[in-house]
């Protein structure tokens, strides 16, 4: 088994940093592609990340680079740019003389435009790579801190998926190895969503108790969209399914549950992506992953509330009055 021993990672953001502290703790020689220059000579000359990271700065030997050309000798790249800028980035990569090896797309979402998974984005622009994927419980802080993280890497073979994973894994890092790209991917999307749920909950002091109860029915949501997906059901229950719906659905560190939250003390969501500030991919996936859903006769009720949340200026308490509403099921039964 050809091992792999250079990892690019593009992206510059802190999960993109966090990734390359990872590979080079792994022992692999570790290339950060980022589009800033200042954040590159930052990383040269200091050995910071003070945008992103800040506080942490590291022991580990990272070459940065803007010169993307240079970044793609790689036996292996991480994609860690966000879902809906991914085809624009392949579309570089392309332009930059392309790359034939295992692309592990690292973002969490669905393409708003098309409805595609990234691994169909990836295919669309870039076929000869092959896709994989990382997903799972994860902080960029508690990555970049070197504290206990467990993740998947799905590849579309396992030779791949285990290649992957012995040259990411550290004492602190455990990776474990899948060949169910798309199950993965669909985790790491739909659980952005479902986080936004519950952060309007937190936000609107509604208890633990409708938190938690969101997160359960949340998971029946991504279960039945996976299933109709293909994805296999020991993926949606392990670490990129259930485990980082959990953290997520839980943690004000999640983008997307912090701004559920400010949605739930009544802010309007058209305001806090007009103001930018950081990227909640979950208000980009919520209308495609419902009209996606409908395509395979699903139901998202959850989903597709939060879609109107974000899309019609939903309040939190005429959210919650739709769904308790609903007329009572079984609980094996599809809502």
Not at 13 to 21: E, F, I, K, P, R
Not at 263 to 282: H, N, P, R, S, V
């Amino acid at each position: 088994m050809k091992q792999i021993n250079r990892i690019t990672v593009i992206g510059g953001g802190a999960w993109g940093t966090a990734l390359a502290l990872t590979a080079a703790r792994a022992g692999a020689t570790a290339t950060l592609w980022a589009r800033d220059p200042d954040i590159v000579r930052e990383i040269q000359s200091r050995r910071q990340n003070a945008k992103y990271l800040p506080g942490i700065t590291f022991d580990e030997e990272i070459h940065a680079t803007a010169d993307l050309r240079e970044a793609l000798k790689a036996d292996a790249v991480l994609l860690v740019t966000p879902a809906q800028t991914t085809r624009d980035m392949l579309r570089e990569i392309v332009s930059a003389g392309g790359f034939d090896g295992p692309l592990v797309l690292c973002a969490k979402g669905i393409e708003q435009s098309t409805g595609e998974l990234l691994s169909e984005v990836l295919k669309d622009e870039l076929p000869r790579a092959e896709a994989a994927a990382l997903s799972g419980p994860s902080f960029a802080d508690d990555v970049a801190r070197g504290l206990p993280t467990a993740v998947t890497i799905a590849a579309e073979t396992m030779e791949t998926a285990n290649r992957l994973c012995a040259a990411m894994a550290s004492p602190a890092f455990r990776p474990y190895a899948s060949t169910d790209v798309t199950g993965t991917l669909i985790g790491g999307a739909l659980k952005n969503v479902l986080a936004i749920a519950c952060g309007a909950v937190v936000g609107r002091k509604l208890g633990a108790s409708a938190q938690a109860a969101l997160t359960a029915r949340g998971f029946a949501e991504l279960s039945r969209l996976g299933a109709a997906m293909g994805a296999r059901s020991e993926t949606l229950t392990g670490l990129s399914g259930l485990g980082d719906l959990v953290l997520t659905c839980s943690s004000p560190q999640s983008r997307n549950f912090s701004f559920g939250i400010k949605l739930g003390e009544g802010q309007k969501a058209a305001d806090l992506i007009a103001a930018g500030g950081k990227l909640a991919e979950g208000a980009y996936s919520a209308r495609i992953a419902v009209e996606l859903a409908k395509r395979l006769n699903v139901e998202l009720p959850i989903c597709a509330t939060v879609a109107r949340m974000i899309d019609e200026g939903l309040s939190v308490d005429d959210a919650l009055t739709i769904l308790m509403s609903r007329p009572l099921k079984h609980e094996a039964g599809t809502d």
